[in-house]
């Protein structure tokens, strides 16, 4: 695959997004799109603090409309499904940009690591706009940046692993916020006023829970992986502490952007994915405030062992988020390209555009470790077919001894168990006493 001309392509289409004669001829479409989803909108939508923990980090999560929870299949399941950690393939480390819409920007660095049915991550992202003070004949004051940094740990554990049934991950995130806002200038003065930044500021404090699922359903290619994953999750449960006074104490006025989330993802054949979620928010102050449901799809296609084509689809309120992107990998560098358009933004590559490059850190021997049994295994069944069943079973106990969850080699040994039970059962009958 030529790089340069994946590159020139995807451009080339960004280029034509953005262009005038196009923004202009979309503007209809973009008004008839409105129309259409204006019974959507929610009433209780922005009632919630930190609205950063609800903007992606951008890259292939968002290219399949954010339709993680039952996928969670890279370092992008922090934010969707924190069980996730336990059956990545790989440790993984990640960074991701997301120029979101006007000047905000999403800088994000992560890392995940799996101890055999143990995974554990760590994630630092941050959300910023610049800060610019006008007084009241338009003369710039104040300069800064509004930001939200949001810190996460990731513990996750796959339970029952085995051969045929993959296990129950359960995980959990515990996670910190901080809402930090600059001080800004006294408009009689021109002087910064002390502490005026941090009495708005703010701080929570929360979690995540999640459940994945993963077994075989109508599979019509030969792979070990499960086709069918199902996934649910209480992300954001917690408390915000949205202002600060002069005085030290704190005020609890907004409930964060806390969530139930359930989805799945299917693999229909081996190049081909498709996965979906269904997302209720849950106002923790107020029952009755809480926000509308939204939804979300997308397609995954391998077109080579090394490139993803992605599309995806969500509707969050009365916008609807269209979007489309590719991952490639260069060795062990995976990069995903992203650009979204709905209506919160014009169309332009410079908008909605993200970028993640995610760093293949190797699988601690995992794959090494299924192939030696493999090995023991074919070599059992080698001689069984021999007639030579002591090998045989010999063969197949080093095989449990690699890998304790090879449930065939068990199966095996089980069946030559009971089969000379019978030989034994049958030649004592056949002896005279």
Not at 259 to 269: L, V
Request: net charge negative; glycine share 10%.
């Amino acid at each position: 695959m030529n790089f340069k001309k994946l590159f020139l392509t995807f451009s080339i289409i960004l280029t034509v997004l953005s262009s005038k004669g196009f923004s202009l001829e979309y503007q209809d479409l973009f008004s008839g799109l409105s129309d259409t989803f204006r019974n959507f909108v929610d009433p209780n939508a922005g009632t919630t603090t930190f609205p950063s923990l609800t903007i992606p980090s951008g890259g292939r999560e968002e290219s399949l409309g954010q339709a993680m929870t039952g996928l969670a299949d890279d370092i992008s399941f922090f934010e969707y499904n924190p069980a996730g950690s336990s059956v990545m393939d790989k440790t993984q480390g990640a960074l991701f940009h997301n120029s979101w819409i006007a000047d905000s920007n999403m800088e994000t660095l992560a890392g995940t690591i799996r101890l055999g049915n143990l995974g554990l991550g760590a994630k630092l992202k941050c959300f910023y706009v610049p800060f610019t003070q006008y007084d009241d004949f338009g003369d710039r004051g104040a300069s800064s940046y509004y930001s939200e940094t949001t810190a996460v740990l990731n513990a996750s554990y796959n339970f029952f692993n085995g051969y045929y049934f993959k296990g129950l991950a359960v995980g959990a995130n515990l996670k910190a916020s901080f809402r930090s806002i600059p001080d800004y200038q006294d408009t009689a003065t021109g002087q910064l006023i002390a502490n005026s930044g941090i009495a708005q500021s703010g701080l929570a404090l929360m979690g995540d829970l999640g459940v994945l699922l993963r077994f075989n359903a109508a599979k019509l290619y030969a792979s070990r992986e499960p086709n069918l994953k199902i996934g649910v999750s209480l992300i954001n449960a917690g408390i915000g502490f949205t202002g600060f006074t002069t005085a030290g104490g704190v005020v609890i006025d907004d409930p964060l952007p806390t969530s139930i989330n359930a989805g799945f993802s299917y693999r229909i054949i081996k190049p081909l994915a498709i996965t979906a979620d269904f997302s209720q928010p849950i106002n923790f102050l107020n029952f009755e405030k809480s926000g509308q449901w939204s939804v979300g799809a997308g397609i995954d296609v391998n077109i080579t062992s090394f490139i993803e084509v992605m599309a995806g689809f969500r509707l969050k309120g009365a916008n609807p988020r269209f979007s489309i992107g590719t991952k490639f990998d260069i060795s062990k560098v995976a990069f995903d390209l992203n650009y979204t358009f709905d209506l919160t933004s014009s169309i332009n590559p410079v908008n909605r555009f993200s970028v993640a490059a995610r760093v293949d850190l190797g699988d601690r021997g995992r794959a090494e470790i299924q192939k030696k049994a493999d090995a023991f295994y074919e070599a059992g069944l080698t001689h069984y077919a021999k007639g030579e069943l002591e090998l045989a079973v010999a063969a197949w106990k080093n095989c449990l001894d690699t890998d304790p969850s090879f449930d065939p080699a068990k199966v095996n040994l089980k069946a030559i168990e009971q089969s000379q039970k019978l030989y034994d059962r049958v030649f004592d009958i056949q002896t005279l006493e």
